[in-house]
């Protein structure tokens, strides 16, 4: 999804207007973490400036992230994502849309499941996540991980190096919301 | 003759020696920059950056992205989320932002900082989304007021 196609969706499903904001929420620093553990290498890189916004009346979350905005330990990790596997130039976000479901506004703490869009790589996948929803002061955190499989995003490694990449890809998300004021 | 050899295997050797050096040097090097003495590409204030971008994003994302930028604009958040060192500076439509991941060696700089202060950063470009993003920012502390 592109920039504007971003913001419309910012700016449609949640609309900014005083009336309407007053159930939704910003986080302008969510952190997702992926790991890919194998017998040869484990790879870890972290994105703290992820890009979300909650309505709870709506119930819908959207996520959105720029790849090279992931943080790796070393420069040619970094190198190979992002020219190699995501083809940053290309697709430079990652982006996800989709509903809480079970989400009960009146809990201080709960269990929920996120169904939704999550696309990357230009390849859309539909995807249920299991999310920890905590309210303090009205100010929320949605903690969570789940998998995910490199080749349901068409993401090639090459043969020399497929010992060094796992088939599966744990993701982890940490995100702190404060009400939306615009 | 059995010279020229010897001084064909010596150079072949070191050569051999100055590249296994250099490629584990390569290999191993860390994502952590120093942007100090780093010249930027491009020196502009917070509010011309993000309409920069909100303008032409597609441009902006050309000129922009994986150059190192010096921003001047006024802390709008000093913030340690997520174990981070970050700054986040205003401007004119308070949608946006600019946020500055800075590097673990300006936590002092960070320390004094305090909100409404003008100061400019220097950081790599990452690109846009309601905020443009530059990571491992170097704070110049020069410009306060």
């Not at chain 1, 490694?157 to 998300?173: V, Y």
């Not at chain 2, 946020?99 to 060696?105: A, G, L, Q, T």
Request: with cysteine; charged share 20%.
């Amino acid at each position: 999804m592109n920039k504007i196609a971003f913001l419309l969706l910012l700016f449609t499903i949640f609309n900014p207007s005083k009336e309407n904001n007053k159930q939704q929420y910003i986080a302008r620093q969510g952190q997702v973490t992926f790991f890919s553990y194998t017998s040869v290498e484990n790879i870890e890189a972290k994105n703290n400036q992820v890009l979300s916004i909650i309505d709870l009346e709506k119930k819908e979350i959207a996520v959105s992230m720029l790849m090279r905005a992931f943080v790796f330990k070393k420069d040619l990790m970094y190198e190979h994502f992002n020219e190699s596997y995501i083809e940053s130039d290309l697709y430079p976000q990652a982006n996800f849309k989709g509903k809480l479901v079970d989400f009960d506004v009146n809990l201080a703490k709960q269990t929920s499941t996120i169904k939704g869009t999550l696309t990357i790589h230009g390849i859309a996948k539909e995807v249920a996540i299991k999310t920890m929803i905590e309210n303090k002061n009205n100010n929320y955190k949605l903690t969570g991980e789940f998998i995910a499989a490199v080749k349901d995003f068409n993401i090639k490694i090459p043969a020399i190096l497929s010992s060094n990449i796992a088939k599966t890809i744990n993701l982890k998300f940490r995100f702190q919301y404060q009400p939306y004021e615009n | 003759m059995k010279t020229f050899k010897k001084i064909l295997l010596f150079v072949s050797l070191i050569t051999l020696i100055i590249w296994s050096f250099w490629a584990t040097l390569s290999v191993n090097k860390s994502s952590e920059k120093n942007l100090e003495k780093i010249n930027s590409d491009y020196n502009l204030d917070s509010n011309d950056l993000v309409a920069n971008f909100v303008n032409n994003t597609a441009k902006a994302n050309g000129n922009y992205v994986g150059k190192i930028i010096e921003v001047t604009g006024y802390v709008k958040q000093i913030s340690f989320l997520n174990n981070r060192k970050t700054v986040i500076l205003y401007t004119k439509n308070q949608n946006y932002g600019v946020i500055c991941d800075v590097s673990n060696n300006q936590l002092d700089k960070l320390k004094t900082l305090k909100k409404h202060q003008k100061i400019t950063v220097k950081g790599t470009c990452k690109g846009f989304l309601m905020d443009v993003i530059l990571l491992n920012c170097y704070i110049d502390l020069k410009t306060n007021e």
